[in-house]
Structure formats: C-alpha cells, structure tokens
C-alpha cells in the first residue's frame, strides 16, 4: 500500500517561511514527477509546482521567485520551501505523485491528506 504523507504546515506570519514535506512509503520502485499543489478556501485545486526525478523544476507564476521545490530520491520526499509568504497563499497543500510499484510496470498517480498553511497577521 503506497501512501503519501505531508507535514510542515501551520500559522505564519505575512512575508515568513515555512518548509513543507512529503514522504512516499510503501512498496515503490520508482517515482517520476512529484508535484505540489494547493486549494485556496471556495476556490478549485491549483498546481503549484513540479519537479521531475532529475530535479528539473516548473512553477506557477504566482509562487515563482518566492517557493521551491526540491526532493530527495533516496528518500522518496519532496520538499516546498516557501519564503516571502502572503495571505493569498492561505490553502489546503497537497503533494502528488507518479510511481510505479509492488512490482508493476504502469505507473499511477497518488495525492497526500494535505496539510493547511495558513498566513495572518
């Protein structure tokens, strides 16, 4: 059984940090693109950023300059630093993954719980 499980979010401040994580366990063979996303409150699921197995990183423009996305392969994470942190990037962060697994050769995507990150003053 693969899972996917986030930690890192909280309450910060306007213009602080926080580093998000996500850690895929279970029987997995091989992780291509991790990916980030977020859901504002009334307001549909958004791609954050994404990151490819070489690490090769896209992201939405409203995050570029100020969020990154790294990971760890040897330990199947993926990681969002996030800086200069605005009210608008109050959400529900969810991570995303391609693998393969248990031996199989298609690979199939799976989403965290999510964790809230919520920035007020």
């Known amino acids: 059984q693969v899972q996917l499980v986030e930690s890192g979010g909280g309450l910060v401040q306007p213009g602080g940090s926080l580093r998000l994580s996500c850690a895929a366990s279970g029987s997995i063979d091989r992780i291509n693109d991790m990916r980030w996303y977020r859901q504002p409150p009334g307001k549909q699921r958004e791609l954050v950023a994404v990151v490819s197995r070489g690490s090769g990183a896209n992201y939405a423009l409203s995050v570029r300059g100020r969020f990154t996305i790294s990971r760890d392969n040897a330990k199947n994470t993926v990681y969002l630093q996030m800086n200069s942190l605005k009210p608008e990037d109050t959400a529900v962060y969810y991570c995303?993954?391609?693998?393969?697994?248990?031996?199989?050769?298609?690979?199939?995507?799976?989403w965290g719980q999510g964790t809230q990150v919520t920035v007020s003053s």
């Open positions: 995303n993954a391609d693998l393969r697994s248990g031996g199989n050769y298609s690979y199939n995507t799976y």
